[in-house]
Structure formats: C-alpha cells, structure tokens
C-alpha cells in the first residue's frame, strides 16, 4: 500500500509539476523576485542619491578682502588630510572694509548654504543651525586655523597594519549571513505556499479534485502537491542563481559577499535547502488545509491572510531570536515547528557544531508528517460535503420546539 | 468466503440472499454534516456484474451515499464493503468513477486526460497514453486526441471522462448522474456502453433522477429519499409492490357480473379500471363470464416504476424527481 502512496503522489506531482512549468504563471513566478530587487535597487539608487546630497553641504563665506579665499584654499587642504569628508566653502560676498553682513538674514534668504562664516580668519563666526554648528564648529576651527597659517604645513604619513577580521567583526558578519539566509528562505517560503494554495484552488475549481480523492489517498494527494511545488521552486531557484552568476559574470563586477557561515559554504547551502524544504512542506501542509476550507478565491485570500501573518510573525520571532544568543527565545524558536527552519539556519550560519541540525530536521520532518496528515484529514472533511443546505426555517423551528 | 469477526467479515465476498457475490454490501450507513443528516441508515447490496441503479429526487443524499461507498468520505455510522475490502480506497484501482460535477485539466490534451485518470489507478503512463489513443479512436474521438480539454465541447469533455473512468478496467463502475448534460444521442451511446460493461462481468451503480434511465437499464435499484432508502432490490420487486392494474371491457352494461368488481374499480368511457383482486385473474375470470358480462377485452398491466417510486417513497419525493427540468424533458 505504500508503494501505491508513493506511486499516488508521484503521479500527482508529476502532472503538478509539467502543469506549472509550462504555464505562463511559471513565468511571472520566475520573474516575481526581480520585482523587489528592482524597487531595492530604485530606492537604493534614490537613497544614495539624497545621501550623497545631503553628505555634501556647502558653507558660505562672507568675509573681508580675500580672506574667504584664504579659507576656501586651507579647506581644500585640510579636506585631502580628511579624505573629502570637510564641507565645501563657497565664497558668499568679499566684504570692503567697514561693510556689514548680516549672516541670520542671509541664511534665511535661500542662499543654498547649510551655515555660514563670518569674521575673520583669525575670528571666525558659524552662524547656522545648533545641529550644524555642533557638527561643523571644530572643522571650522581647523580651516581657519589652517588658513592662518598656524596650522602643521605637513602631516606625518601613518604606517598602517591591517588584521582580516576581528573576532567582533566576523560574529556582526555571520549574523549578517544568518539574516541573509533567513529573509531568502522567508520569502521562498512565501512565494511557494502560495502558489500551491492556488494551485489547490484552480483544481476544486476544475471539479477534478473529486476524482482526485476518489483515485488515490489524500495524503498522497498532500504530498504529490507539495513535493512538486518543491520540485518548481528547485527550477526557480537554479534559474534565479544562474541569471544572478551570468550577470555577475556580464557586469564584470563582483557579487556582494557575505561573510561565510560558520559550517563553510557548502554546509550551509545544503541545510538551507533542507530547511526551506522543511519551512515550505510545514506552511504548504497548512495552506493546502485552508484551501480545503474554502470554495472561492476570494475565500482563500481571507482565510490564508491569518496563515500569512502567523508566518510574518514567525520569520519576526526568528529573526528577534537571532539577536538574543543563549536566551529562551533562542531556543524557543528553535523548538517551535514553524520558526525552526529559520533559527536553524540562523544557527548554522554562527555556529559549526552539525548534531544539532540533525535533531532538528527530525523533529521537522515529524511535524511535517503530523501537518500533512491532519492537513489530509481535515481536507477531506470539508472538501466532499454535498447535498441541500439545512433549511433555515427547519433550524429555526428546532430551536422553537427545544 | 467469508470470514466473520464479530458481525462484520474482514476478506473475502459477501453474498446475497440468492447467493450472490456482492460487489457491495453497505448496512446502516449515515452522514451528518454540521447536524443536518444527509443519509440516513442506508442499506444497499450490489450483486456483481449487475447494472444497480439509485434513483432519487436531487439532495436526496445519492451523491453523499456514492461518496461513502467510495471512501471519499466515511460514514458516521454503519459500514460498507466494497470488492471485498473493508476500505474501499484499498481497491480504488479497481473501481472507476465518473462524478456529477464532471472535471479535467483544462489545458491538457485528451489521450492525455485519460492517461493521467488511467496513471492515478496504477496504469503506467505509456500504457495508458496508448490506452488513451485507443479508446478515444474506438468512440469516434480520435481526431479530438491532441486537442486540449478546454477546446473540447461540454459533451465531448464528458465523453473523455468517461473513457478515463474506464481506461483502467476496473471491476466496478460508479456513475454519479451519467445522463445528465448529454443529448439524446449521447444517452444512447451511454446506454449501450453500460449494458456492455454489465455483460463483460462489470459491476456498474449508478445515480439518476430519471426514472426511465433505471426503469429501462437497471436489474436493481434502491430509491432514495430524504436520505433514507425504502426500497433497496430488483426493479421487478419495486414494481411488484403494486397490484396490476385491470382493463376491462365488457358487452353487457350490468349485471351480476358486477359483483366480481373490486370497490376501487372505476367506470371511464367503455372501460372499467380497477387493481387485480389478490385472489388473482382466474376467479375473476370465471365470475365475469358466469356473470354474463360479454368481456369484450381485458388486460392486466403491471405497474410502472415511476407508480413504484410513487407507492414506495411517496407523492412529494415523486414531485421532487418529477420538478427537475431535464426529467421533465426526457420523459
């Protein structure tokens, strides 16, 4: 009987699988990461731009003669001693002897500086926000100083001796590379549960999956459904890697490179994947029984969006936990079905010691038996009800006569 | 042979008052959703090889029955057994089914409909690739073979999925309301098609709100009716539940023969009409013509179903079967 289970879901996973594959879904499935990437890059793009913006503000100079000059040439100079990091001065007005300028009105008058020097070189005067003059006050002081004259005209050159990394700084790095692991497997996760919800979806809407039920065990249905899901999401991930590799190698740029994980690359890739299977199997095994739940599409976005939040919050208690080494919570999301993919492959990326991982994909692999099978059960309970709705009036005249 | 463990027999067939091997054997069955009893204490035996037909008004509980005989559902209460096995999923590859709400892929190819429907009861795919192929040249589908489901009329849709139901020779055929959507020439072929499998030894249940389709194809039937079965056997006993029906005309107007009348017989133009007395024709005869009654002409007619169904399961079942537009159409 078992071989006819695995035969079963072989069957159904194999049709699941050619189905998906070559729908034009497939396509937008295999095009859906790019979305957030594209908007990441956008807005990354625009942040850096607003940064860069704000990282270069410009300070007037409003002194006399050709004093402000004298501070503009001693800013370029210190500014190459700082590497860049020295606001620019921009000459506002070269003052005749005796003239005024009144710094307050001409700051307020859109004149395109952050703040604004008067005085002279020797009494200098910041006029600008508190925030500026706290940043820019001791810079100020240096410049002019500099210009002045009583500034160093040479700096000693600073022998450097760099380490490859700190013990501090590789830690910060592989949590760096946990999170990385965690939001990739959250959000494969997400993608492929809801998919094979549709999917489910799609077929009671066909009215095939009566013949389904009737032809083979509903777990093998289960598990035909979800391991051809895995079987895609395999594809997605082969194809996403490589076009990521093609246009590494096309761009002729290096990729941005995490820290590696405390079990070494190949480890950590192989646990990812049994993770994710783990992760994928235990939420699709819980959409497929709410898609049993529900008749219409409308109905599985209502009844799927609590499953979608209790991920949110399991992917936000892992990823808290990540944060809390040694606590409760750690272990705690280690121990809860659902959120042990994540802080197991959190953990393999900070710590080397491999039982661990044993221990717990199977505790998952249990969970994920007890998830299909209850998931089966429950399905075909609800799934297969016919006949005429209890009349109303029939109900309500119970209720009377009790 | 049966083994018994307790009142009910783990392996092996059951068998019928007459002695023969049952294909299915259902006692007690009940299914209650959310309060409301859909079936109610069903009994049902289907000898093998026989055309065994359930016929009730929609909402009866037919489908939810055939679903528990299935093992699509189970029951809440009473047990089945089906080729023999207490599970019938355990025979599943042995059975074929076609549902009411008929379903396929949409963008699947037709040979490849039935060869998917042909894998999920064990047939190899390649086998039933060619089985597929096969099948659909023998019916008249062949041009339709490497169309997609979706491009497919409603009716030839169904027509795949009835020879998907069969690709894999099962022992037994389940058809939930097979006549309904197909045309007069379509039942037909249907019809053919299931006295076929009978008389290869297939055992073949079906459901049906149109008493003509069971009057015409079944050797048993169970008429079903809020859920409850009143009468469960061969369509001969459920028409035998009511007197024949005597047609009498007769030369003299009255007379003693008059007596030799039954109190129902009633008088419509040259006819008199009344139910065959239980003492049978032969007194009858003999007190008409010592009653100088000049009989003329005198028929029995022996019941219809459809005076069965109303007999057995009542007027207002009988008004919900008689509602339904396509019965309306067909009869």
Not at chain 1, 44 to 67: C, F
Not at chain 1, 171 to 181: P, S, Y
Not at chain 2, 222 to 238: C, N, Q, R, S, W
Request: hydrophobic share 50%; net charge positive; proline share 5%.
């Amino acid at each position: 009987m078992l071989s006819h289970r695995l035969h079963a879901a072989w069957v159904v996973a194999r049709r699941d699988f050619v189905a998906v594959i070559f729908s034009k879904a497939f396509i937008f499935f295999l095009l859906g990461p790019l979305f957030p990437v594209i908007v990441g890059m956008m807005a990354g793009s625009i942040g850096a731009t607003v940064q860069r913006d704000l990282d270069r503000p410009v300070i007037g100079v409003a002194m006399p003669a050709h004093e402000g000059d004298l501070m503009v040439v001693a800013r370029d100079a210190v500014a190459r001693q700082l590497d860049g990091r020295v606001p620019e001065l921009v000459v506002l007005k070269r003052l005749r002897d005796g003239e005024a300028f009144d710094a307050r009105v001409a700051l307020g008058s859109g004149q395109g500086v952050a703040a604004i020097i008067t005085g002279t070189r020797a009494a200098p005067v910041l006029t600008g926000t508190p925030e500026r003059i706290d940043q820019w006050q001791g810079i100020v002081g240096l410049i002019a100083a500099r210009a002045v004259e009583k500034a160093p005209q040479g700096y000693p050159i600073v022998q450097v001796a760099e380490v490859k990394t700190s013990v501090a700084k590789q830690r910060n790095e592989q949590v760096l590379t946990a999170q990385a692991g965690q939001v990739l497997l959250f959000l494969l996760t997400m993608l492929l549960a809801g998919m094979v919800l549709s999917n489910l979806v799609e077929e009671k809407a066909n009215k095939i999956i009566e013949v389904l039920a009737a032809s083979i065990p509903m777990d093998a249905l289960f598990l035909g459904k979800l391991f051809a899901m895995l079987a895609v999401s395999m594809v997605g991930i082969a194809v996403w890697g490589s076009g990521y590799g093609l246009l590494v190698l096309v761009g002729q740029k290096s990729a941005p490179l995490l820290a590696a994980p405390a079990v070494g690359w190949p480890m950590f890739l192989a646990l990812g994947f049994a993770y994710f299977a783990m992760a994928y199997l235990l939420l699709g095994s819980m959409f497929l029984a709410i898609g049993g739940l529900a008749t219409t599409v409308r109905e599985v976005q209502t009844l799927s969006m609590p499953a979608t939040m209790l991920q949110l919050i399991v992917f936000f208690f892992a990823s808290y936990a990540l944060a809390r080494p040694g606590t409760w919570i750690e272990t705690a999301s280690r121990v809860f079905p659902v959120s042990s993919p994540y802080a197991m492959l959190a953990s393999a990326a900070q710590s080397s010691a491999l039982a661990p991982h044993l221990v717990a994909l199977a505790w998952q692999a249990l969970w994920v038996g007890l998830m299909v099978r209850f998931g089966s059960q429950l399905f075909r309970r609800t799934v297969m009800k016919s006949g005429p709705a209890r009349p109303r009036k029939a109900k309500r005249r119970k209720a009377v006569a009790a | 042979m049966k083994i018994e463990l307790g009142t009910w027999a783990v392996e092996g067939n059951e068998v019928d008052a007459a002695g023969r091997e049952l294909a299915i054997e259902a006692r007690g069955l009940v299914k209650r959703f959310d309060g409301f009893t859909a079936v109610d204490g069903v009994d049902i035996s289907v000898p093998r090889g026989a055309i065994y037909g359930i016929l009730g008004p929609n909402g009866a509980g037919k489908t939810t029955t055939l679903r528990m005989l299935l093992g699509i559902i189970d029951p809440d209460e009473g047990h089945r057994r089906v080729l023999g096995h207490d599970r019938p999923t355990d025979v599943a590859r042995r059975i074929g089914y076609l549902p009411e709400e008929r379903g396929l892929y949409p963008a699947m190819k037709a040979y490849e409909a039935i060869a998917f429907l042909a894998a999920l009861r064990g047939v190899p795919l390649k086998e039933g690739r060619r089985r597929g192929r096969e099948l659909l040249e023998e019916n008249g589908l062949g041009y339709a073979a490497d169309r997609q489901i979706r491009q497919l009329s409603k009716g030839m849709a169904q027509q795949v999925q009835l020879l998907g139901t069969l690709v894999h020779k099962p022992d037994l055929v389940v058809l939930d309301e097979p006549f309904s959507g197909l045309d007069a020439l379509n039942q037909g072929k249907l019809e053919r098609l299931i006295r076929q499998l009978a008389a290869d030894g297939t055992t073949v249940i079906f459901s049906t709100h149109v008493i003509a389709h069971a009057e015409r194809m079944c050797n048993q039937v169970a008429i079903i009716a809020g859920g409850k079965v009143p009468f469960a056997g061969p369509v001969d006993v459920a028409r035998d539940r009511l007197r024949p029906q005597v047609r009498l005309e007769t030369r003299a107007q009255d007379g003693p023969w008059r007596a030799a009348l039954p109190a129902d017989a009633r008088h419509e133009g040259a006819f008199w009409h009344f139910t065959l007395p239980e003492s049978g024709v032969e007194p009858l005869l003999r007190a008409l013509i010592e009653g100088d009654a000049g009989i003329l002409s005198l028929s029995i007619e022996r019941a219809g179903l459809h005076d069965a169904f109303v007999a057995i399961a009542g007027e207002a079942a009988a008004r919900a079967l008689e509602a339904n537009p396509e019965e309306e159409g067909r009869r």
